[in-house]
């Protein structure tokens, strides 16, 4: 189920004219609510994309050990080590 938040926002001086050229009629956006919206998917794909470049990186240095390096473990032996 989908939540609504409701946000209140105060920006002034430099800030708040800064949101004023970017919305209305001359703006890229058509209220401040769309432009906040914007914002925030924009931040949470940058937060997606940051945590798949550490898993891509993690994955890469795995895959690039030489295959004498990989030892068996068990699904207990596994379990035990991810304990710690």
């Keep these: ?12 001086g430099a800030l708040s004219e ?5 919305v209305g009629e001359d703006g890229a956006y058509e209220n401040v609510s769309e432009y906040i919206r914007d914002l925030i998917r924009r931040d949470k794909e ?4 940051e945590a798949f470049d550490r898993l891509k990186a ?3 240095r795995a895959f690039a050990a030489p295959e004498e390096s990989y030892k068996p473990l068990t699904a207990a032996e596994v379990i035990v080590r991810n304990r710690i």
């Excluded at 940058?46 to 994309?49: G, K, P, S, T």
């Design 46 to 49: 940058r937060v997606e994309r």
């Design 1 to 12: 189920m989908s939540r609504t938040t409701t946000m209140t926002v105060r920006v002034s």
């Design 58 to 60: 993690e994955l890469n």
């Design 18 to 22: 800064f949101v004023a050229t970017n």
